[in-house]
């Protein structure tokens, strides 16, 4: 484990990040996971609430060079692995061979429409349950009830922080899955994206980054 500005984060491969997922499936009470990006870190330094969610969660996956760089992590298997998406490209496989049924949730109609196209194309024996939309749902209650007539046992989350980690702790008790993974604004595995999106954000965001671990590195020692 290392401490990256307060979270304590595993290095582990994809393969073993799948493993632990599957182990977590077969386990009860619903298990709650997250991929890890750094613009995340950076908003759980400003809010302790949010910092708490990520805290409480079964397995928190490195989704993001900058913090496996930061975590003194420069092996060239590892970073490819996150280029990638080797986790989630091994655990879509490991769930289709499986036959466990999965859902996706989303924060827009459009997004969950090219997430479930994707998963489809890329991932044909995937044992898709359904997807929904937050922003179809009338309230928490009404989002709640529809992920549990999916009938899924994993549910792929794509909201965005903090909402995604308020949803899930607030509504851990009601929600009828084993395992909830969090992939935030990460892609998913097939996901075709333009290269140049946001490029000018996401260096800030590695720069601003760099320099809050550098920082909180300091204070500690």
Same mark, same amino acid.
């Given at each position: =484990?290392?401490?990256?500005?307060?979270?304590?984060?595993?290095? =582990?491969?994809?393969?073993?990040?799948?493993?632990?997922?599957?182990? &977590? &499936?077969? @386990?009860?009470?619903?298990?709650?996971?997250?991929?890890?990006?750094?613009?995340?870190?950076?908003?759980? +330094?400003?809010?302790? #609430?949010?910092?708490?969610?990520?805290?409480?969660?079964? $397995?928190?996956?490195?989704?993001?060079?900058?913090?496996?760089?930061?975590?003194?992590?420069? @092996?060239?298997?590892?970073?490819?692995?996150?280029? *990638?998406?080797?986790?989630?490209?091994?655990?879509?496989?490991?769930?289709?061979? *499986?036959?466990?049924?999965?859902?996706?949730?989303?924060?827009?109609?459009?997004?969950?429409?090219?997430?479930?196209?994707?998963?489809?194309?890329?991932?044909?024996?995937?044992?898709?349950?359904?997807?929904?939309? =937050?922003?179809?749902?009338?309230? =928490?209650?009404?989002?709640?009830?529809?992920?549990?007539?999916?009938?899924? +046992?994993?549910?792929?989350?794509? $909201?965005?922080?903090? #909402?995604?980690?308020?949803?899930?702790?607030? *509504?851990?008790?009601?929600?009828?899955?084993?395992?909830?993974?969090?992939?935030?604004?990460?892609?998913?595995?097939?996901?075709?994206?333009?290269?140049?999106?946001?490029? $000018?954000?996401?260096?800030?965001?590695?720069?601003?980054?760099?320099?809050?671990?550098?920082?909180?590195?300091?204070?500690?020692?």
């Amino acid at each position: =484990m290392k401490d990256i500005m307060g979270i304590e984060i595993e290095n =582990m491969s994809a393969a073993s990040a799948v493993r632990r997922i599957m182990g &977590l &499936l077969a @386990r009860e009470p619903l298990s709650v996971c997250t991929v890890l990006r750094a613009d995340m870190l950076l908003l759980a +330094e400003k809010d302790e #609430e949010y910092r708490e969610y990520l805290s409480q969660t079964a $397995l928190r996956i490195v989704g993001d060079a900058a913090i496996l760089k930061a975590m003194g992590e420069e @092996r060239k298997d590892r970073l490819e692995e996150l280029e *990638n998406h080797s986790f989630q490209t091994q655990l879509l496989k490991e769930l289709s061979e *499986n036959g466990r049924p999965v859902a996706v949730l989303t924060e827009t109609e459009a997004e969950k429409e090219k997430t479930v196209e994707n998963l489809k194309r890329n991932y044909p024996s995937l044992s898709l349950a359904g997807a929904f939309s =937050m922003e179809t749902s009338d309230d =928490m209650d009404d989002a709640v009830n529809h992920i549990n007539g999916l009938d899924a +046992e994993l549910v792929i989350a794509k $909201l965005p922080p903090p #909402e995604q980690e308020a949803f899930i702790f607030s *509504n851990k008790g009601r929600l009828n899955i084993r395992l909830w993974l969090g992939l935030g604004q990460a892609s998913v595995a097939g996901e075709k994206k333009e290269k140049t999106a946001g490029f $000018l954000e996401n260096l800030f965001i590695k720069r601003l980054f760099k320099k809050k671990v550098n920082q909180y590195q300091e204070e500690k020692n």
